[in-house]
């Protein structure tokens, strides 16, 4: 009987780790875990670790290596994805299945989302320690029948998800799991070579790599490199031949070619390119092999680009990753609709809006086509109508009347006044909260304790204004807020923002237009914390005895949920009822309802107000996760709960004709047919540039919070720093617009204005370390006084003056968050990924949107700095420019030395404390200190960010930050090649000192 390991998810800590589980994975015989529904996202290893039961712990190498714990593997897995990891076609299926009746032998077989998985059992289980070696060969051999096989699979730590499970929230079941022909397989150990031990410095030996299998056959995939890369050596390469060579070795390994296949490939490379001594080269290339899986230093693609860069670019092209392949889709591809003039487009988008069916419809119109003004627009002539026949009736003609939803209240002003402008009556909705006296203050005098009521869901006008019409506030009769309304009762033109849509849509009647101008979320998304809870429990007495008995219990399993993270929240609430929580008024109830002397309490307190909002709007959001339809995960030590936004889903499913207005409708479009129940009419409107725009991409696939984040706070890394100096040299002297992470943004113009004060006082309220500051401005770019415009990211909609700037560009990839995403596509049953990677084009799409492309006379320029492409029909076509920035994280250079660690680890209380901030485990962490390996940039960053944190100098003295060594080095060279010249730390053990 052959057993696997099975985790509920892939989050678990790995010993040593004090947060490791020992109980983590369940041992189960490999045929059943293979059928078996998983209820969570079950993945298997194919490793036990000896010493325990029925469950295990989460292994690591640096555990094993170490001899803390010993494993051995039962079972070989292999991935083979479809080509750029495409969905399964009937087509690719059948291919599929006719290739495997020919080709799997021992094996079994099952169909993943974007692949298949081969699974190998073996008759005795093999030590871990010389599991890869025979991985690596039997890869070998799948290759040889022809598999496109993922080497990472090598790995004998990785984990595989198995065919049934829960993914994304939701249930995936595999539809082909075949395991007919799978039976185990005895592995021949006669010419295993020993396992390696950890060891300062492996010295250099002539042709190396002793222990890779190395073939003699090249695959065909592998073919295809030989030509394009045989013809750049020839046409670039005049002199260094054998740098060039071991360079090239090098940078087709970081871009997967298999160490087994390398000197067989460039021994190839170089007879195609007529060297005189090719066999040499094949000699340099296993030594290359060799010293990768030793984990020494080799020279890689970082060198062939400064040194041969026409070799490095065909490198680049000839072995794109699927992420490359993707970016070179996506800006070759043709517009979703062909642009047209300004004019035409405006024209048919105005068009769109007049004929306007019963029901809903959605409209797509890029930035800059003046969406806003088309509403405008058509909202003054349709108030123009006259009766068809000549009659004395006060009410207004059918089809005359328009309400327009806006975002903010600033715009709903602006379109009030615009349309006043032009002599068209306008009633204008409002929020108590929103009205401002002339010197800046609230109008409203409790304006302290509304907000966290109103953020509870509350109604404000209700509970404080008219005081549930027995107690209205005092100074109600001098308030100017309290109506929330202004202007004539008898304008057939309606404006206000979304928290008003039920009185917008009221106004517009089910023979006017209600036109919602970028929605809000179709889905509301609450985060409850453990603290909330408390607040909750402390509160519920606060409430209508019958909604607080009925609540108390969802509250009580919600806390208990926290203790308990790998069951499912349906496992948590299933015996719970809500349903008579608001007794026979239940259908007039939208917030928790709030005895009245609390309310009158509340008023006078912010303090209490502010737990009350918040045991609101906790209660309500477990109603709704209750009640349903919601989307329930624990995630991070936050519970999130996603449920439909009610006041959007009303007014979307009204009677009479309402359009939604979206630079992103089309992501938010099969949200909105699952909340009215059918696919409405979209329209898609796009128009030509009006003057040259000149659009750049530098793939730099780490620019993303998680790369340059840890827990909200900035690692400073050269990643960071060259990044920034990347957009300052692409913009030269002239002044542009920036738009990038909020602190990031915040750091720039720290660097921009080293001596303001202000800058400082906003980088701690963001909770950042003010000597993160302070070192970034010693070691970063010099920017002081550079002219730029900054934004962030989920701000840019109101940086409409920056059309008068001639360059824009974006830095980092937005990427939402992504629990946030998954809890949306359980709604929808869309694809969490693709979801996501549109939400964060359509950020950048918005963000670029600022040149107001549309509606140039001059030539402008735009770049974005990260791995995506912004939406929108200006990055396509092939208009786009791609340059390489870099390979991954962080270049791996030697910038703080072993004592300089030794002493801060020390200082941290050892080892053991400084590996659970680090994230990587004991062993490797020990090779830094001992010197047997550089630290990496990003560990050395950590470990001074730590320091400072401890109250440290960043050699473990008490030397104040600014009189210390650099945290990084960045030399002038460096900033001048920018992230051109690639600084990388590849994510497997290896490095490139060039």
Not at 510 to 522: F, H, K, M, Q, R
Not at 639 to 661: C, E, K, M, Q, Y
Not at 835 to 845: D, K
Not at 952 to 971: F, N, Q
Request: one cysteine or more.
């Amino acid at each position: 009987m052959t057993l696997v390991a099975v985790a509920p998810h892939t989050r678990l800590t790995g010993v040593p780790k004090e947060t490791a589980r020992l109980d983590a994975y369940e041992r189960v015989e490999l045929v059943e875990a293979l059928h078996r529904t998983w209820r969570t996202d079950a993945h298997a290893v194919g490793y036990l670790a000896a010493g325990f039961g029925p469950r295990q712990p989460r292994l690591t190498k640096g555990a094993v290596l170490e001899g803390l714990y010993n494993a051995q593997t039962t079972v070989f897995f292999c991935d083979i994805d479809n080509p750029r990891h495409e969905a399964w076609t009937d087509e690719m299926r059948a291919a599929a299945f006719a290739f495997d009746a020919h080709h799997l032998q021992t094996e079994g077989v099952y169909h993943t989302r974007s692949g298949r998985r081969l699974v190998q059992p073996l008759a005795e289980p093999l030590p871990v320690l010389a599991a890869e070696w025979h991985i690596r060969r039997w890869l070998l051999e799948l290759e040889g029948r022809g598999y496109l096989v993922d080497w990472s699979c090598t790995d004998w730590t990785r984990h595989f998800r198995l065919p049934h499970v829960r993914r994304d929230g939701r249930a995936f079941t595999s539809p082909v799991v075949d395991l007919s022909r799978m039976q185990p397989i005895s592995i021949d150990r006669a010419d295993e070579p020993s396992p390696s031990a950890p060891r300062p410095r492996a010295p250099r030996r002539q042709g190396g790599g002793a222990a890779v299998a190395f073939s003699s056959e090249l695959p065909e995939r592998w073919h295809a490199l030989v030509e394009p890369l045989a013809r750049a050596i020839r046409q670039t390469v005049t002199q260094d031949w054998h740098a060039c060579y071991l360079a090239l070795g090098g940078a087709l390994l970081g871009r997967g070619v298999p160490p087994e296949h390398l000197p067989e490939l460039v021994h190839a490379i170089a007879v195609a390119a007529d060297s005189v001594k090719p066999e040499n080269h094949a000699i340099g290339a296993r030594d290359t092999a060799g010293r990768w899986l030793d984990a020494l230093p080799i020279t890689g693609l970082n060198s062939l680009a400064l040194e041969w860069p026409g070799v490095a670019d065909t490198v680049e092209r000839v072995t794109l990753t699927a992420r490359g392949e993707r970016v070179q889709a996506l800006v070759e591809a043709p517009p979703a609709v062909p642009p047209q003039s300004l004019a035409d487009t405006v024209a048919a988008l105005e068009r769109t809006l007049r004929d306007a069916p019963n029901g809903l419809s959605v409209i797509k119109a890029e930035c800059g086509l003046g969406k806003t003004r088309s509403a405008e627009t058509v909202a003054a002539e349709r108030s123009a109508k006259r009766h068809l026949m000549v009659v004395d009736s006060a009410r207004a003609p059918t089809q005359s009347k328009t309400s327009i939803s806006v975002d903010k209240n600033s715009l709903a002003l602006q379109v009030a006044a615009n349309l006043r402008a032009h002599g068209v009556a306008v009633r204008r909705y409002f929020g108590a909260l929103s009205v401002r006296r002339p010197d800046g203050t609230p109008e409203c005098r409790y304006h302290a304790s509304a907000g966290p009521m109103v953020a509870g869901g509350q109604s404000i006008r209700w509970e404080f204004c008219l005081g549930r019409g027995k107690e209205p506030c005092e100074f109600y009769d001098e308030c100017s807020a309290k109506d929330g309304v202004e202007g004539p009762d008898d304008a057939r033109v309606t404006v206000g923002t979304h928290p008003l849509l039920a009185e917008l849509a009221s106004a517009a009647g089910s023979t006017g237009l209600l036109v919602i101008d970028e929605p809000p979320p179709v889905l509301a998304v609450e985060k409850l914390a453990r603290e909330d809870l408390a607040t909750t429990a402390r509160c519920l007495s606060a409430f209508e005895p019958l909604f607080s008995d009925a609540l108390a219990p969802v509250v009580a399993a919600a806390s208990a949920w926290f203790d308990a993270p790998d069951k499912m929240w349906a496992d948590m609430s299933d015996t719970l009822d809500v349903s008579d929580a608001f007794g026979p008024d239940a259908r007039q109830r939208h917030a928790p309802p709030i005895l009245r002397q609390n309310v009158f309490v509340a008023r006078r307190s912010p303090r209490y107000a502010g737990m009350l909002g918040t045991a609101s709007r906790v209660l309500w959001a477990l109603y709704r996760a209750v009640m349903g339809p919601a989307a329930v995960a624990l995630e991070d030590g936050v519970i999130s709960i996603a449920a439909p936004n009610d006041r959007l889903a009303a007014a979307l499913r009204r009677d009479g004709s309402t359009i939604v207005t979206d630079a992103n409708a089309d992501i938010h479009l099969p949200s909105y047919a699952r909340i009215i129940g059918y696919t409405p009419p979209f329209h898609h409107f796009a128009a030509r540039d009006g003057a040259a725009v000149e659009r750049s991409l530098h793939r730099y696939s780490g620019a993303t919070r998680r790369n340059w984040f840890e827990h909200g706070r900035l690692v400073l890394t050269t990643g960071v720093l060259l990044a920034i100096g990347t957009v300052f040299d692409w913009a030269g002297s002239e002044r542009f617009g920036l738009i990038t992470f909020r602190t990031l943004e915040i750091l720039i113009r720290g660097l921009i204005q080293p001596r303001n004060a202000d800058v400082e006082r906003e980088w701690k309220e963001a909770g950042q370390n003010i000597e993160i500051l302070r070192v970034a401005r010693l070691d970063g770019p010099d920017l002081e006084g550079r002219a730029v415009e900054l934004g962030h990211y989920g701000a840019t909609r109101g940086l409409d003056h920056w059309k008068e700037l001639d360059m824009v560009a974006t830095l980092g990839d937005p990427w939402p968050h992504l629990g946030d995403v998954r809890l949306g596509a359980d709604f929808t049953e869309g694809d969490p990924d693709s979801m996501a990677e549109a939400m964060a084009r359509a950020e950048l799409e918005q963000a670029h949107g600022r040149l107001r492309t549309v509606h140039r006379t001059r030539p402008a320029r735009a770049i974005h700095v990260g791995a995506l492409v912004p939406g929108g029909s200006g990055w396509s076509s092939g208009q786009v420019r791609v340059e390489r920035a870099d390979n991954g994280r962080p270049k791996n250079l030697p910038r703080m030395l072993p004592d300089e660690a030794r002493a801060i680890v020390e200082e941290l209380g050892g080892v053991g404390a400084a590996v659970s901030h680090l994230g990587c485990d004991r062993s490797t962490l020990k090779r830094y200190l001992a010197g047997a390996r550089g630290i990496p940039v990003s560990v050395a960053a950590k470990l001074k960010t730590l320091a400072l944190n401890q109250g440290m100098g960043g050699d473990g003295s008490e030397t104040p930050y600014r009189e210390m060594s650099p945290l990084i080095g960045v030399s002038e060279p460096s900033l001048q090649y920018g992230l051109a010249i690639g600084v990388s730390e590849p994510s497997q053990p290896k490095k490139d000192v060039a």
